[in-house]
DNA sequence: TCTATATATTCTTTTTAGAGAATATACTGC
DNA sequence: GCAGTATATTCTCTAAAAAGAATATATAGA
């Protein structure tokens, strides 16, 4: 049960949703999901942490930054369902549309030398 | 994006999917749930209407009871999606597996006039 | 209409979750 | 090793969620 419940509350919360439905594009880095997101960058890597601990997502060091994606789901069925779900909802979702086209302004070289 | 967070939040509460692992098995009635759960009464029908907003749950009145039933998912596709999943998921879970064998005690009758 | 009973709602308390500021850690290049 | 930068963690505050006690509502039957 508790594994479960771990991956619904994951999702139940609108920035993670967020995180989730922008790594569908590409993998990301804390600094470039922050911009994305327009939250703290201590809230980003908590929402990172818990996404994480759920199996949604996983991340690969890279030099001084952290590149997230999405699992393929082999740690969790449930993950592996629902990211599955996921990707065919909320498309229309005018609130993600925008975000996701904002992608390809976030550059990460110029987003991180703040 | 509300509906989606909003099935999400309903599904993250171990005695919620309870409610929704033993409505699989019958429609039940509150004092019904609330025996199997061993929670307090005014407990179980917040999580019902919480339940029921997220168009996961509906019911019907019978009387002095009310009959609460899983929707057939037409009110929320994220419902629909996860009460299909929800049946073939936590079926080996021992302590829902209990719940479940305990149902037959249950009788309506008995339990209501205490 | 009066009583009894099943459920809903309100109220209060305790726990949990989310946010950002401040700080710590880890990695890179010199 | 030192300086700078990306990310993680800690701390504190505020808001939301879950619980049960007490109360209100609704229905059935005498």
Redesign the pocket.
């Known amino acids: 049960m508790k594994p479960f419940i771990q991956v619904m ?1 994951a999702l ?5 949703v967020k995180i989730i439905k922008l790594l569908e594009q590409k993998s990301m ?4 999901l ?1 911009a994305a997101l327009n ?12 996404l994480e601990a759920s199996g949604l997502v996983d ?1 690969q ?1 890279n ?5 997230y994606f999405l699992t393929d789901g082999r740690q969790s069925p449930y993950a592996a369902t629902l990211l599955g779900s996921l990707k065919h909802w909320l498309n229309e979702d005018p609130e993600l549309t925008g975000m996701i086209t904002e992608i390809p302004v976030l550059d990460r070289e110029t ?4």
């Open positions: 509350k139940s919360d609108p920035n993670r880095c804390v600094c470039e922050r939250i703290s960058q201590p809230s980003v890597s908590k929402h990172l942490k818990i991340f060091k030099g001084l930054w952290v590149d987003l991180c030398k703040r």
